[in-house]
């Protein structure tokens, strides 16, 4: 990332979960857990298919509804904003029009999440892009699309990152470039939470493993689910 740069994405801030738990239906597939994160802290959270990282992850971006417990956000100026205002959310979908070129889709999520950061062209220069910028989306391969939603983040300066699988699709090299940007944005004071299956590889990470509640089910059909997409029983097989 850009070494002269001097603002940071983030006021002395901290991220607060207290006792959370979530449901989806009837079934409680996140429960009681709790986390404090202060500025420049990483939290990685693993744990097996089914065991609520995703619908964790969510609930924490204000994307679900709690069961039980709260998120906070505090520090200078968080007490006039909601907490989904402060939280940047990569999911499972990459969040990009197909028909849209690569410049299109960051131009307009700097725009509808407001407060710019990096200028587009920079942002793709971080995830060794730049030269798809004028490409439709939908022509780039499953690696250079996550990257491309990995812009996503420098786009616009949020203090508080939470991201899903984030290294899915991507080669070991674009990995190693994911956990730079992330180390040097914990290092301007930014908080990153992230669910993962593989080694995100960041220094002084802390870490939370969840387990699988009686009666849950995997976080994959759960994000179908919030898709709109119909699940059958050939599909929960």
């Known amino acids: 990332m850009d070494e002269t740069r001097t603002d940071q994405p983030a006021d002395r801030l901290s991220l607060i979960g207290e006792k959370l738990s979530v449901r989806r239906g009837e079934r409680m597939i996140v429960c009681d857990v709790s986390f404090r994160l202060n500025a ?5 959270i693993t744990g097996e298919n089914g065991s609520g990282k995703s619908t964790l992850l969510r609930a924490v971006a204000g994307l679900l509804p709690l069961a039980a417990g709260r998120v906070i956000v505090a520090g200078p100026g968080a007490e006039d904003c909601e907490v989904r205002e402060l939280i940047y959310y990569l999911g499972h979908q990459n969040g990009m029009k197909g028909a849209l070129t690569v410049r299109e889709n960051l131009d307009f999520w700097q725009a509808f999440c407001g407060n710019p950061w990096m200028d587009v062209e920079d942002a793709l220069e971080q995830v060794n892009l730049l030269h798809a910028i004028d490409l439709p989306f939908s022509y780039l391969s499953a690696g250079m699309k996550r990257r491309a939603s990995i812009a996503k983040l420098l786009v616009s300066e949020k203090p508080v990152w939470v991201v899903d699988e984030p290294t899915a699709a991507l080669d070991a090299a674009s990995s190693d470039m ?10 301007m004071g930014g908080i990153l939470v992230a669910a993962t299956h593989l080694p995100l ?3 002084g990470a802390q870490s939370l493993r969840l387990e699988t509640l009686s009666g849950g089910y995997d976080d994959d059909l759960a994000e179908a689910a919030a898709e ?3 699940l059958t029983p050939e599909a929960d097989a």
């Open 228 to 230: 709109g997409e119909l």
């Open 178 to 187: 994911f956990r730079g940007i992330c180390q040097e944005f914990c290092s």
């Open 40 to 44: 420049g802290d990483a939290l990685v």
């Open 201 to 203: 590889g960041i220094d």
